[in-house]
């Protein structure tokens, strides 16, 4: 015999890119994310799955703390991004979102053109001198989104003219039109039919090589096919976190096994 | 870890696949009984039936490898059912060699039954095919019941399958040596005994895939090596 | 292993029958439809009933009977001294142009060969008794036509144009001061003449208000300048104030008890009867601020507290119906909070709030009973206002407010104005709600 590499083997060692200890997230006087410890990788796909409720998505907008916005909700624990603490009163979370991006689950193109929306947050942050520097990182966002051989020729027509997949696409490229270092993914395939999914999924594998993506997904087969590395949430816990073919080969909870087997929602 | 899926209708095609292993393995225990049998009783009509029975062994092989086809294809199945699918297609490959074995052990005994017997070395065949099959009957308990130390114990078991083909090996040998009359039903015997060892071997294979099944990984030490087996008197399978 | 018979099976009942609970419900189905449009032929019925009353009773109100005469400005009479100096033009009163006008009226009959056995004094009385200072006017504008003879168009009386319009007859001035049967004679005769007709009166939309004697020359004008100023007070004050109040109140105000203090009180706000914004602009405004009675700027200030709460109502009710996916997109670029409302929310809010404004303003316009506690009403016969400023400050009365001063008089002539002005007052709501519309159908985009 010869000794097989193992399934998790596979992933090589990067660096940490996001570290979380013992985060703890209330809304009001639910407890919706308990304990959680995790280090997220840089260049690497980290898939968040568990049921509906059990505070994956929460967690992942805490990683730019889009949960800020809900006056309810308080976050304690520290994320450290890069060494820095992102819930420190120093941050700016405008900042901070600059470098960790996010695309939603419904493609949420602005009701303006393909260019515009692209445009738009290298405009605010001021990353194009002259309109010829913005041309060209719309181009190039356009293209790393994978969706510039097929917008091109109307860069000025109305992003929500797009098909599903194509604005999910889109709404990628803007995310990603403002440099971040981290994508975070909130179900970006949920409402596309297979064909857009696969080219999405094609595109987070590309995008991989660049920034470290975080993506939710409710899709165990999706979560499976993009990812490196899962963490399976349930009540609020991180249950199981390990390389993705770990995970959906042996994983070594019950719970995680009952979930990615279809025995409990 | 609740044992039922939400769909129910995959756990009924599970348990179908399953059954069905049962079944192919209830059919190759018998197979090697009554090959054995027929060979202690050189009873040509018996290894007639062994040889027949070995088609029915063919068609479940078959049918388990649609269904595990159609179950991975329709219920993209993960981890333990996962698990389950890849080890019921390896087990049913490993049966249905187990009764190919005991065909040609039908086949060679229809062959002996005409031929001088060669005394002593039936009943040892017999006794090592009764080891073979009681170790199988293990490993599909082993497999039911999802117990792994009963798995490790047809690992280790296997070892004593070697040593009795290794004792037969060189009694046949002695055998030829001094009649070369023997040689004939000796080489056949000899076959049996290989392919009863090998039959030993896809046990254990059964058995490694018991332990997979439950642990999500295979044996560490795959099967203990007979360190006493002579290097010239290996051969090659 | 499946065993699917394709044998079509009897079935338990028929499609085709329906049973006795599908019959219930189809006929409470039915009738529900049937209510819904008796309702509605009945709010067709009051609105075409009310269509009617308004331009059958109101449409008169925009033709007025005129007597056109060619009149002598005699010189010697209007400008003595012959050196055409305005001022000294202008201190020959009324008084010093009846005679002129009492001769022009006696050529034209002796002209047209009209027999009539009234005197010249009677024949005058027909005309309106702002005949004389409507000639002064004219003269007074075209010194020039001095010594000429200019052909001119007086306003006949009112009884006259009643009597064009049906509103008077042979009947009813049995006990009437004002006209005899002999002067309607002479009008008819005048009439066949050609000299006396009737035609689109300008002047009642253009034209100030007119006193109690003089109906035939009350125009709603100047009452629509004061409409028009207070509505430009609203707009300048209500919608800046609407939109911030509404923004900050929708997207960054935290939500807390005070917050929902706010938020209720304003939805009682709306709920408030004018009269009690009339009361308050009374006490504020006027009594405490000292700002100018039945100036325009008050009313304006007074129906911007009114119109405020539905501005902010709308406003808010726009701002959330903004899908929360494009906050959430401008905040994922990193967009700052204000980032996200000014170049994201507001735009798609924007015809929402605008469609709100104009409902509010349409409100505003058709307000009565704040307008009278400040004194927006009565008798304004000044002309239009010739500066902003002016329009703002100086007494004016408002289109409602002067409608409700025409009901109220005696004269039936100034009910007929009243109901022209309700015409024209219902055209600048159809006008503002028709903008409101098309503004709403032209900003509005897909998300």
Redesign the interface.
């Known amino acids: 015999?010869y000794d097989a590499p193992s399934l998790g083997a596979q992933v090589e060692q990067q660096d940490i890119k996001i570290s979380a200890k013992k985060v703890q997230v209330y809304y009001g006087d639910t407890h919706a994310i308990k304990d959680v410890d995790i280090e997220i990788e840089s260049k690497t796909v980290t898939a968040f799955i568990g049921p509906s409720g059990c505070g994956k998505s929460t967690f992942l907008r805490c990683l730019?703390r889009?949960n800020d916005?809900i006056?309810?909700c308080r976050v304690e624990g520290d994320i450290i991004l890069d060494g820095e603490d992102i819930y420190d009163k120093k941050v700016d979370p405008?900042?901070l979102?600059?470098k960790v991006?996010?695309?939603?689950q419904?493609p949420?193109?602005?009701?303006k053109s393909i260019y515009d929306n692209i445009a738009?947050?290298p405009r605010?942050?001021g990353l194009a001198k002259s309109k010829a520097d913005l041309d060209e990182i719309v181009e190039k966002s356009l293209r790393r989104g994978a969706i510039w051989n097929e917008v091109k020729d109307r860069l000025h027509a109305p992003g929500?003219g797009l098909s599903g997949g194509q604005q999910q696409r889109l709404?990628i490229a803007?995310?990603i039109?403002?440099e971040p270092e981290v994508l975070l993914m909130d179900e970006p395939c949920s409402a596309l039919d297979p064909i857009a999914t696969a080219q999405v999924e094609e595109l987070i594998d590309e995008l991989r090589n660049q920034y470290s993506v975080v993506i939710v997904t409710h899709s165990?087969?999706q979560a499976?096919r993009v990812s490196q590395k899962t963490a399976f949430f349930h009540l609020g816990h991180l249950v199981e976190y390990g390389a993705t073919g770990n995970i959906?080969?042996?994983?070594q909870d019950?719970r995680?096994?009952?979930y990615?087997?279809?025995?409990?929602? | 870890m609740n044992d039922n899926h939400i769909v129910s209708s995959f756990d009924r095609e599970l348990e179908q696949i399953q059954a069905h292993i049962m079944k192919m393995g209830g059919l190759v225990e018998e197979a090697i009984l009554d090959a054995s049998k027929s060979l202690k009783n050189r009873d040509e009509e018996l290894a007639e039936q062994v040889r027949n029975a070995d088609k029915a062994i063919d068609a479940l092989e078959e049918l388990i490898n649609d269904e595990c086809i159609k179950l991975i294809a329709l219920r993209s199945p993960a981890a333990v059912d996962l698990r389950v699918a890849l080890s019921v297609m390896k087990i049913s490959g490993n049966l249905e060699r187990i009764g190919d074995y005991a065909k040609n052990m039908a086949k060679r005994t229809s062959v002996l039954v005409h031929m001088t017997p060669v005394e002593g070395a039936r009943g040892a065949l017999r006794r090592m095919a009764r080891e073979v099959q009681l170790m199988l009957k293990d490993a599909l308990d082993a497999y039911i019941q999802r117990d792994v130390e009963l798995a490790h114990d047809i690992l280790a078991r296997d070892h004593d399958i070697d040593q009795m083909y290794n004792a037969l090996f060189r009694e046949f040998l002695t055998f030829m040596m001094e009649d070369p009359r023997y040689i004939t039903p000796c080489m056949h015997l000899h076959f049996i005994a290989k392919n009863t060892e090998r039959m030993g071997d896809h046990v254990t294979s059964i058995a490694e895939q018991v332990i997979y099944l439950v642990t999500g990984s295979m044996p560490d030490d795959i099967r203990p090596k007979d360190d006493h087996y002579k290097p010239e008197l290996h051969i090659a399978d | 292993m499946t065993d699917t018979s394709h044998s079509s099976a009897v079935p338990t009942s028929s499609l085709y029958a329906h049973d006795a609970r599908t019959k219930k419900r189809n006929a409470a189905e039915a009738r529900f439809k049937a209510y819904g449009m008796v309702a509605i032929a009945i709010g067709l019925i009051m609105l075409v009933t009310l269509m009617v009353t308004i331009f059958g009773k109101g449409l008169g109100a925009f033709q007025q009977t005129f007597i056109t005469m060619n009149v002598e400005l005699l010189e010697s009479k209007l400008d003595k001294s012959g050196t055409r100096d305005l001022e000294k033009i202008k201190k020959v009163s009324t008084f010093g142009y009846a005679p002129i006008i009492k001769g022009a009226f006696q050529t034209t009959v002796d002209a047209e060969g009209i027999e009539t056995a009234l005197k010249t004094k009677d024949m005058a009385k027909l005309l309106s008794k702002s005949a004389a200072s409507q000639l002064r006017d004219f003269v007074i504008e075209n010194p020039d036509k001095i010594g000429t003879t200019v052909e001119f168009r007086f306003l006949a009386n009112s009884r006259v144009d009643g009597y064009l319009k049906g509103r008077v007859t042979r009947d009813s001035i049995a006990n009437d001061k004002n006209i005899t049967s002999a002067q309607l004679d002479f009008v008819d005769q005048l009439r066949a003449a050609g000299v006396l007709f009737k035609t689109f009166n300008i002047d009642f939309i253009i034209g100030a208000d007119a006193s109690d004697q003089r109906p035939e020359a009350a125009g709603i004008g100047v009452a629509m300048m004061g409409s028009l100023f207070m509505m430009l007070v609203v707009l300048a004050l209500a919608l800046p104030i609407g939109v911030a109040a509404s923004m900050y109140l929708e997207e960054f105000a935290p939500q807390n008890i005070w917050t929902d203090i706010i938020e209720v009180n304003i939805s009682n706000l709306a709920a408030v009867p004018s009269i009690v914004f009339g009361i308050l602009g009374l006490a504020v405004f006027i009594n405490y601020m000292h700002l100018p009675q039945s100036a325009p700027l008050v009313g304006g200030l007074v129906l911007t507290l009114m119109t405020l709460p539905t501005i902010i109502i709308s406003t808010r009710a726009s701002l959330k119906s903004v899908p929360p996916s494009i906050r959430d997109a401008a905040l994922g670029v990193g967009a700052s909070k204000m980032q996200s409302v000014f170049h994201h929310v507001l735009p798609l809010a924007a015809p929402g709030i605008l469609t709100g404004t104009i409902i509010g303003l349409a409100q505003a316009l058709g307000e009565t009973a704040p307008l009278l506690l400040i004194g927006m009403i009565g008798f304004i016969a000044s002309n239009a206002p010739t500066s902003i400023g002016e329009g703002l400050l100086s007494p004016n009365s408002a289109m409602p407010a002067q409608i409700y001063e025409w009901a109220k008089r005696a004269d039936p002539a100034f009910y007929e104005r009243a109901w022209g002005g309700i015409i024209i007052l219902l055209l600048f709501l159809v006008t503002m709600n028709t903008i409101a519309v098309i503004l709403r159908r032209r900003f509005e985009r897909r998300w």
């Open positions: 015999m730019n889009m916005t006056d309810i405008v900042q979102r600059a991006g996010m695309v939603f419904k949420n193109p602005f009701p738009y947050g605010i942050h929500t709404c803007r995310a039109a403002t165990m087969q499976a959906f080969t042996t994983p019950e995680t096994e009952s990615i087997t279809g025995r409990i929602g």
